[in-house]
Antibody
Framework: EVQLVESGGGLMQPGGSLRLSCVASGFTLSNYNMNWVRQAPGKGLEWVSYISSSSTTIYYADSVKGRFTISRDNARNSLYLQMNSLRAEDTAVYYC???????????????????WGQGTTVTVSS | SALTQPASVSGSPGQSITISCIGTSSDVGGYNYVSWYQQYPGKAPKLMIFDVSNRPSGVSDRFSGSKSGNTASLTISGLQAEDEADYYCSSYTSSTTLYVFGTGTKVTVL
């Protein structure tokens, strides 16, 4: 079964740091571009960060640029999000999501995220 | 900045409804890179439409996508009770940030 499982969420004080992990199973993570997307309580989806399959291309939302770092370890089938200088407004469920592509080897990418994890909750509060 | 969607849309079973997603020439209007997601409360989003008008395998053909100018649309035909959920559009953006989501639309089946 194709699956993404996030972990690492929790309660943190403002200014603190947290590292989220996302482990892939049922497919080869190294073939896929990946994203982190978050959703604050009662709010809409907000894209956070993107990393290409070989980590050569990385993007961040303006709201997290300079504070969050996306990375991956393809040998461990894992995606990460290092979150520093946490703020109350970072409180959200964080999802990892796979970019949709045409085959298991991803010779062509579509615009969409076809596999999502169940999410991990990050709460920033004093 | 986020794409603009209506906060809510409702319809009776069997009817068709359309959700709009308004952007700019820097995102929706400039590229054929729009996707739509369905989300039930407490659940992860599900991809319903990619590349403006294409359905992934397994998604009902009652869902269709289109685009005109800076506005993308998701149409749900033959509305069913199970379609009651939140829907989000997403687009590529030529800004430095790559992705932008819509504000979200709650669909209610009357």
């Amino acid at each position: 079964e194709v699956q993404l499982v996030e972990s690492g969420g929790g309660l943190m004080q403002p200014g603190g740091s947290l590292r989220l992990s996302c482990v892939a199973s049922g497919f080869t993570l190294s073939n896929y571009n990946m994203n982190w997307v978050r959703q604050a309580p009662g709010k809409g989806l907000e894209w956070v960060s993107y990393i290409s399959s070989s980590s050569t291309t990385i993007y961040y939302a303006d709201s997290v640029k300079g504070r969050f770092t996306i990375s991956r370890d393809n040998a461990r089938n894992s995606l990460y999000l290092q979150m520093n200088s946490l703020r109350a407004e970072d409180t959200a469920v964080y999802y990892c999501a796979r970019r949709y592509c045409n085959s298991a080897t991803c010779s062509y990418y579509y615009w969409g995220m076809d596999v999502w994890g169940q999410g991990t909750t990050v709460t920033v509060s004093s | 900045s986020a794409l603009t969607q209506p906060a809510s849309v409702s319809g009776s079973p069997g009817q068709s409804i359309t959700i709009s997603c308004i952007g700019t020439s820097s995102d929706v209007g400039g590229y054929n890179y729009v996707s739509w997601y369905q989300q039930y409360p407490g659940k992860a989003p599900k991809l319903m439409i990619f590349d403006v008008s294409n359905r992934p395998s397994g998604v009902s053909d009652r869902f269709s996508g289109s685009k005109s100018g800076n506005t993308a649309s998701l149409t749900i035909s033959g509305l069913q009770a199970e379609d009651e959920a939140d829907y989000y559009c997403s687009s590529y953006t030529s800004s430095t940030t790559l992705y932008v989501f819509g504000t979200g639309t709650k669909v209610t089946v009357l």
